[in-house]
């Protein structure tokens, strides 16, 4: 943390490789320092060059007189890794490559790359990069802005990071548009060193950072994303643009769902939603007050309620009956919410209808519409006088007008609209949608952080060693599925237990293994693909003596042909569910749940978590699973043994991360009864050797290396 601090805190900065060339990256970069009034010392660097903006240059970065704490490296790729040497004879602790040609670069710029990243790591620099954009430090002891990116940001409370470099510019001009103030703004690049979550856990202690917004198009350590946006999401909202081929599933989502992040999908959707967290206070709940000027726009307003599930409640009959005083007339509709006061509107009877709104206890948040007015300044002026006599958040929606109006800003000691202002969007929708977005993080807030529970009956020391003779003595090919035996063994090695069964080649052992378990038994294809199809007939269940064996063992063959079959005593009834453990190549461990059988395959996709799974995340995904009422009861259905359930999802995760050699568990089915539940078939699959070595190495890289983490077994997860 002490190297983020001196990257976006420096006293003196050397840009090397600063151009006299107006439009090059080196001399953009250097006339962006000077012209963002650096409270410190910058230094041009350039072999053949005395002078740079009629700034001294020095020809060499061994000659600059002052101890540099900050390098921004601009020149060409073959020679950034002679500059990184000098940076150590130096001891220059942090550096920024601009450059590009590394990780984008073909063989010759991958292998530029990992000399770079191994002068950086064995001095201890910190390096970001390559082919970053920079960064920018608003505060104004520091007013660095280290960047080439065309756009000044106004100084502000929001921590922002892109991995696009073309994007960077982008980013900064929507955020001055959109009168979001930044506190530092860091574009990544290749992030070989400083990454993603570096600058998460930076603005998780940084005063002056209280929202975070990142573009991001891959993850690094999922693991360690996922613990510091838990942490940092209690108090700063963590927004995400998502892009790219690993936000192209729902592992991302299921990331996102258990710590707190809020997911966009625009850039607009992005600087809408940060509006409104940098600015007004977060939501009590979903009930919307809609005050405004235009009918036309409050329908609207109201649709776009209801689409993102917020309520637009009625109002008591008091409360619409001062309402009716304040508006003129005795008829304010069926509701009196929304409140149109027409397009000539009253600024004193707007202002008063808003505080009645906010004040009757009815709503969570105003939502004001104001469409062309020859007194528009005085509506803002009302409108700004609500929001700061009330601790629910306000929003405006000045027809076409994104940003933060003159009427609606409370400046801040920098000028920028500070918090308490009131933001404005150019649609009702789009002002529903950030609400509807802030209302789901303060429910995510509210609801209890959740645990990871203590669990008797595991023994890791054993799992863990026979993963390890099992992967040694090759007993299955790599990536397989163990042998029945393992897989039970696994699976008590943290309380499981899986029904018995047996696997028989024909009919007379059946026969035999039902008379040994016990009649009724069901009869079933030991195929994988059909061994819970009832659908097809590849199972035959309640098979009471061994004229209905017979049949049942013609029934199965005929439905999918030849096939060894598993004959199992007849399991208590209960509701059919699939538990699934793997390792997401974006995410890393997901666990998942849905109903089991053919019709529940085609309903939906199953609804997955990260680990560590806490008590919180398990009756939360058995609360959202597609047809979840089965579970949980209701419509006449009893209520199965969710707490049984709910344990299973916490021993399977516990084996996953006990064992990180396993890639696959899967039981299908899990009966979950009223009391208890039946685990009928598992299955575990290891890693192939390679990657099953970084798993118990417990690294995980993203991008050229940065992200990275080195965790293992259990404790480190948590």
């Not at 065309?150 to 994007?167: E, I």
């Not at 000028?415 to 404005?424: A, E, M, T, Y």
């Given at each position: 943390?002490?190297?983020?601090?001196?990257?976006?805190?420096?006293?003196v900065?050397?840009?090397?490789?600063?151009?006299?060339?107006?439009?090059?990256?080196?001399?953009?970069?250097?006339?962006?320092?000077?012209?963002?009034?650096f409270?410190?010392t910058?230094?041009?660097?350039?072999?053949?060059?005395?002078?740079?903006?009629?700034?001294y240059?020095?020809?060499?970065?061994?000659?600059?007189?002052?101890?540099?704490?900050?390098a921004?490296?601009?020149?060409?790729?073959?020679?950034?890794?002679?500059v990184?040497?000098?940076?150590v004879?130096?001891?220059?602790?942090?550096?920024?490559?601009?450059?590009?040609?590394?990780?984008?670069g073909?063989?010759a710029?991958?292998?530029?790359?990992?000399?770079?990243?191994?002068?950086?790591?064995?001095?201890?620099?910190?390096?970001?990069?390559?082919?970053?954009?920079?960064?920018?430090n608003?505060?104004?002891t520091s007013?660095?802005?280290?960047?080439?990116a065309?756009?000044?940001?106004?100084?502000?409370?929001?921590?922002?990071?892109?991995?696009?470099?073309?994007?960077?510019?982008?980013?900064?001009?929507?955020?001055?548009?959109?009168?979001?103030?930044?506190s530092?703004f860091?574009?990544?690049?290749?992030?070989?060193?400083v990454?993603?979550?570096?600058?998460?856990?930076?603005?998780?202690?940084?005063?002056?950072?209280?929202?975070?917004?990142?573009h991001?198009?891959s993850?690094g350590?999922?693991?360690?994303?996922?613990?510091?946006?838990?942490?940092?999401?209690?108090?700063?909202?963590?927004?995400?643009?998502?892009s790219?081929?690993?936000?192209?599933?729902?592992?991302?989502?299921a990331?996102?769902?258990?710590?707190?992040?809020?997911?966009?999908?625009?850039?607009?959707?992005?600087?809408?939603?940060?509006?409104?967290?940098?600015?007004?206070?977060l939501?009590?709940?979903?009930?919307?007050?809609?005050?405004?000027?235009?009918?036309?726009?409050?329908a609207l307003?109201?649709?776009?309620?209801?689409?993102?599930?917020?309520?637009?409640?009625?109002?008591?009959?008091?409360?619409?009956?001062?309402l009716?005083?304040i508006?003129?007339?005795?008829?304010?509709?069926?509701?009196?919410?929304p409140?149109?006061?027409?397009?000539?509107?009253?600024?004193?009877?707007?202002?008063?209808?808003?505080?009645?709104?906010?004040?009757?206890g009815a709503?969570d948040?105003?939502?004001?519409?104001?469409?062309?007015?020859?007194?528009?300044?005085?509506?803002?002026?009302a409108v700004?006088?609500?929001?700061?006599?009330?601790a629910?958040?306000?929003?405006?929606?000045?027809?076409?007008?994104?940003?933060?109006?003159?009427?609606?800003?409370?400046?801040d000691?920098?000028?920028?609209?500070?918090?308490?202002?009131?933001?404005?969007?150019?649609?009702p929708?789009?002002?529903a949608?950030?609400?509807?977005?802030?209302?789901?993080?303060a429910?995510?807030?509210a609801?209890?952080?959740?645990?990871?529970p203590?669990?008797?009956?595991?023994?890791?020391?054993?799992?863990?060693?026979?993963?390890?003779r099992?992967?040694?003595?090759?007993?299955?090919p790599?990536g397989?599925?163990?042998p029945?035996?393992?897989?039970?063994a696994?699976?008590a090695?943290?309380?499981?237990?899986?029904?018995?069964?047996?696997?028989v080649?024909?009919?007379?052992a059946?026969?035999?293994?039902?008379?040994r378990?016990?009649?009724?038994?069901?009869?079933?294809?030991?195929?994988?693909?059909?061994?819970?199809?009832?659908?097809?007939?590849?199972?035959?269940?309640?098979?009471?003596?061994?004229?209905e064996?017979?049949?049942?063992?013609?029934?199965?063959r005929?439905?999918?042909?030849?096939?060894?079959?598993l004959v199992?005593?007849?399991?208590?009834s209960?509701?059919s569910?699939?538990?699934?453990?793997?390792?997401?190549?974006?995410?890393?461990?997901?666990?998942s749940?849905?109903?089991?059988?053919?019709?529940?395959?085609?309903?939906?996709?199953?609804?997955a978590?990260t680990l560590p799974?806490?008590?919180?995340?398990?009756?939360?995904?058995?609360?959202?699973?597609?047809?979840?009422?089965?579970?949980l009861g209701?419509?006449?259905a009893?209520?199965?043994?969710?707490?049984?359930?709910a344990?299973?999802?916490?021993?399977?995760?516990?084996?996953?991360?006990?064992v990180p050699?396993?890639?696959?568990i899967?039981?299908?089915?899990?009966?979950?009864?009223?009391?208890?539940?039946?685990?009928l078939?598992?299955?575990?699959?290891?890693?192939?050797?390679?990657?099953?070595?970084?798993?118990?190495?417990?690294?995980?890289?993203?991008?050229?290396g940065?992200?990275?983490?080195?965790?293992?077994?259990?404790?480190?997860?948590?």
């Amino acid at each position: 943390m002490r190297g983020i601090d001196r990257l976006l805190h420096p006293r003196v900065v050397a840009v090397v490789g600063a151009s006299r060339e107006p439009g090059t990256v080196g001399h953009e970069v250097f006339r962006r320092l000077l012209a963002s009034g650096f409270t410190g010392t910058v230094h041009p660097v350039n072999a053949a060059a005395r002078h740079v903006a009629s700034v001294y240059a020095y020809q060499d970065l061994a000659d600059v007189p002052d101890r540099v704490d900050l390098a921004v490296i601009a020149v060409p790729a073959p020679g950034v890794a002679a500059v990184l040497r000098t940076c150590v004879a130096q001891g220059v602790p942090t550096a920024i490559v601009l450059s590009s040609g590394f990780a984008d670069g073909g063989p010759a710029g991958q292998a530029r790359l990992a000399e770079v990243i191994q002068i950086a790591r064995e001095a201890g620099i910190r390096l970001l990069g390559p082919n970053a954009m920079g960064v920018i430090n608003t505060a104004p002891t520091s007013r660095l802005h280290a960047t080439f990116a065309v756009g000044t940001p106004l100084p502000g409370r929001v921590g922002a990071l892109t991995q696009s470099g073309a994007l960077a510019g982008t980013f900064l001009t929507d955020a001055a548009r959109r009168a979001v103030g930044i506190s530092t703004f860091v574009s990544a690049g290749d992030r070989s060193d400083v990454s993603t979550n570096d600058l998460l856990e930076y603005w998780q202690t940084d005063p002056r950072t209280e929202v975070v917004l990142l573009h991001l198009q891959s993850f690094g350590n999922p693991r360690r994303f996922a613990r510091i946006t838990r942490r940092l999401g209690r108090t700063k909202p963590v927004v995400v643009l998502k892009s790219g081929q690993d936000f192209s599933s729902g592992a991302a989502d299921a990331l996102f769902a258990g710590t707190g992040v809020i997911r966009v999908d625009t850039l607009n959707q992005l600087f809408d939603t940060a509006a409104l967290l940098a600015h007004q206070p977060l939501p009590a709940g979903r009930r919307v007050g809609v005050v405004g000027t235009s009918s036309a726009l409050a329908a609207l307003a109201i649709d776009a309620c209801h689409s993102y599930g917020l309520q637009v409640p009625t109002l008591s009959a008091p409360t619409r009956e001062v309402l009716a005083e304040i508006i003129g007339h005795g008829d304010t509709g069926d509701t009196g919410n929304p409140v149109d006061l027409g397009p000539l509107a009253d600024p004193d009877r707007f202002e008063a209808a808003l505080r009645l709104m906010a004040g009757s206890g009815a709503v969570d948040a105003l939502l004001a519409l104001v469409t062309p007015h020859a007194e528009v300044d005085r509506l803002g002026a009302a409108v700004l006088a609500v929001s700061r006599a009330y601790a629910l958040p306000v929003l405006a929606s000045y027809l076409g007008h994104d940003g933060v109006p003159a009427p609606l800003a409370v400046p801040d000691a920098a000028g920028s609209p500070g918090r308490g202002s009131v933001p404005s969007y150019s649609s009702p929708e789009s002002a529903a949608l950030a609400l509807s977005r802030a209302a789901d993080h303060a429910a995510w807030r509210a609801r209890e952080q959740g645990r990871v529970p203590a669990l008797d009956g595991v023994a890791a020391d054993h799992a863990r060693a026979l993963a390890v003779r099992v992967a040694a003595d090759q007993v299955v090919p790599a990536g397989t599925w163990l042998p029945e035996p393992v897989v039970h063994a696994l699976l008590a090695d943290v309380g499981l237990q899986v029904w018995p069964s047996t696997r028989v080649a024909d009919a007379d052992a059946a026969l035999a293994a039902a008379r040994r378990g016990g009649w009724p038994v069901a009869i079933k294809i030991a195929d994988e693909r059909f061994r819970s199809r009832l659908d097809v007939g590849a199972v035959q269940l309640g098979v009471g003596d061994a004229a209905e064996l017979a049949t049942a063992w013609e029934a199965v063959r005929a439905a999918v042909g030849p096939g060894d079959m598993l004959v199992q005593p007849m399991a208590p009834s209960g509701v059919s569910t699939v538990v699934r453990m793997h390792q997401d190549p974006r995410v890393g461990p997901l666990v998942s749940l849905r109903l089991g059988g053919a019709v529940a395959d085609l309903l939906a996709d199953p609804v997955a978590r990260t680990l560590p799974l806490t008590d919180t995340d398990a009756a939360d995904l058995i609360a959202t699973v597609r047809g979840s009422v089965l579970l949980l009861g209701g419509s006449g259905a009893p209520a199965a043994d969710t707490d049984a359930l709910a344990d299973l999802l916490h021993r399977v995760t516990r084996l996953a991360e006990e064992v990180p050699q396993i890639t696959e568990i899967l039981l299908d089915p899990v009966l979950v009864g009223r009391r208890g539940v039946v685990v009928l078939h598992a299955g575990i699959r290891l890693a192939p050797p390679p990657a099953a070595a970084a798993a118990v190495a417990g690294t995980t890289t993203g991008g050229a290396g940065g992200d990275t983490e080195s965790t293992t077994g259990v404790e480190a997860a948590r």
